[in-house]
């Protein structure tokens, strides 16, 4: 390169047919966005409910291939991930470019503050840094082959869901529930969670400033979070090395303008030597070559023009190897995840696998969280399981409480952190009656802050709405005189812990609200036998229902 | 390249010395805008509460918001003197138990005019199958809806709750959601915007409360269709007891003062008809059930125009409980709510 060409803004473009590759491409992205949306929307309980509406993330093929590392197998439709790893043997990066609801998100955003020919160029010209977050998931890769989930944190699927989940879906029906007040007309079924109070998530704060953050860096960086962060495009950047097609430039058409670059989506240098791993194949170079110098084909390639595998050395891929390996003991001895020091708040969805093997398979996508229809469901934070824990679900009765027939979080799980288990199996009938139900945890009564044990005033809400059969929350007649003078008959409550199923109802009607009286914690949940709080059940077979 | 033209002129005299003296005209205008608005601003902050536009809060109170509560009108239909305040329908299908208990009361076109809007209320309160009488009946709120749109030509029907579970799924799996769609009634979810204050005079507790109020505007007669249960607190769950799913707010407190309220709920709404469901009654374990084994199956629908009259019939009749009435229900005989003791207004249609 000599000298610099003059810049011709806009490029002289000659009659463009409508149905070019970047068009199409466009429509490919505000389809799969639509059905991102979509299986939100769907998924409410009032909708389909217990539809299988995950099918983006199912089609993650880190999501499935970081499990199988660390569960040795392949859930329930996991397999779908063949898919975008046969596409991109084909094509490269193509689930960047042409299906990822977040890459579309982002490249709208850019496209929306788009700030001139020069300033795009400068900006999508390659930089070496792009090669960190093949580092990042080298090491999560490892973390997970070793038994610990960790993808989650930075995956895009994962991040749309959970984003949309806790801080774009309430901000939406926040909003439309507004128009439907300002209008004074029902408008229900454009909200995501109909005919309930509105929906709250605990930490939706941080999780909406980082996404926000995410999306809102490309009105100066245009696709950051894809060229520097994405782990699940750095995956994909490993397997596009064998893409059969690919961007070829014809070096005696070029005449090095580098328009090429003007809306190039990945940073992927097509105006010299290519890197492959992170094209997008977003054929945007294609529509902006005024030479015809480029072409996405597979035969009779430059083999000069580009550069297959990922701009990482070997010591580089070490030192990711290297990070992973020393991130499981700091994750693992951090005590939270242990059988001794588990937190009694980390009370996890009925269907849930032992809590080992829960994190091994939890990618913290919180659907199960979107699903849930009494919004107990709760991203975890710091404080229930440590950092290797956060933003799983947990259940929160504060809030409200567990409903009995209801198993919509395990029919979305992706990866069977959370089994899927029939309402019949979640209540020990029919079949199941021998296992007894799935017990969540236990309850206990704080008699200093219960109001007929430490105040004299009748209340009993816990009894009146416990639903086992016979009810686990008992009530004796005890007369007692108050502070006035007055007699009063109090029904005094107590637990009978082998009918309790930590439903948590209880708790969440307690009138004791900040600091309810009665409370379910996680000691004798049934998923795990080391953490269990009765040696055998005192229920004779005849209370059985 | 207009814009390039003058720019460059700007750099050009970027450095040189530009004289930027107030004139006389300008510095009037300027001077004349700031006093305007400095004196707007300081009308909006000091100026007296009671001056229009005056924004001052010398209390402190003035941003608190005030509330006014709604009122509802009285939904019963006056009946002549000797008119059957509690018909009694036995044997026969649900439909047939259900004409028959309002032809003892004179038959509902009595009651429901062509072009009203009925609001009927069952209890969806838990997210239990039928069958376990934790809930009203779903066939009896079908053939109630369809008697309302096709016998009474009734010009809607809605069908409201707010349940302690999630609203959607306790109608989907109580079987009321379907029965209301095959009947051709309308449901009503409770979600964040549903709720007014609402005014019952001479309530003790509840006199201003948060109330279900969105179903309820324009209707012109209600319907309670309530399940016969087993209570702990308060012995038995019937027809007033019902009223309490359209209450909002912090209703887990009233279980304080669990008499008191129910006989407030007997004067929150009076409605047109009360409908107890005998079919299956709830005899242990309530009012949540969960054991099939503890519903009482009968042959039996009430309907009343007096609730008290049919809750203390249902409470001896249905639950077998004896004549030693709860003490609500003479609590709300006290407020003028109905007579528990009716034995020569009642009709049994067999």
Redesign the interface.
Known sequence: MSKKPELIYPPPTPAKKFLRLTNIRIMSQVLFFAIFIGSIWLSWTSRVGGYHTSFLLEIDPLVAVSTALSTHSIYRYLGGALIIIVLTFLFGRVFCGWICPMGALQQFTAWLFRRGAKRQIDDNRYNKKQSYKYIMVGAMLVLAAMGALQIGLMDPIVWMYRAFTTFIAPMWDMLVSGVETLLSMDLSQAKFAPGVAPRIFAGSFVIGLIFFGFIIINVRHHRFFCRFLCPLGAFLGMLSRFAVFRMDRNVSKCTDCNLCLLRCEGASEPQAKLVESECFSCMNCLDDCPDDALRFAAHGLDKNQAQMEPDLSRRQWVLSGVIGAVSYPMLKNNAYSSDENFSPDLIRPPGSVEESEFLERCIKCDQCINVCPTNVLQPASLAEGGIEALWTPVMNFKIKHCQLKCNLCSEVCPTGAIRKITVAEKLGEGEFREQGPVVLGTAFINRSRCLPWANQIPCVVCEEVCPTSPKAIQTFDEEDKNAFGQIVTLNKPKIEPDLCIGCGICESECPVQDDPAVYITAVGESRSPERRLLLESRVPDEFRS | MKNTIMSNNDTEKKDAYRPNTLSRRELLLRGTGAAAAVAGMGYLALAPEHWRGSLKDSTGLRSVPVEEPKLLPDFSVAAPYNQHVLGIGRTGTIEQLLRKALDGIGGIQRYIQPGDVVLVKPNVA????PNLGATSSPDILKALVNMLLVDCRAREVRIADNP??????CF??SGIKRAAIESGGRIY?????AFELLNTPGATLIEKWPFFYRPFKDVTKVIGLAAVKD???CSASMGIKNWYGLLGG?R??F????HEIIADLSMLIKPTLTILDGTHVLMA?G????????VKKGEVVLAATDQVTADAWAFEHLLERGTNYPDYLYRSEARGSGKIHNTDRLREVI
């Open positions: 838990f997210d239990r199958s302690i579970e999630s609203p959607a799924d989907e799996k979810l409770p979600d964040g915007n209570h702990n607190l912090k887990n407190t279980h304080q003062n669990i374990n009012p949540t059930g969960g054991d099939p084994n503890l």
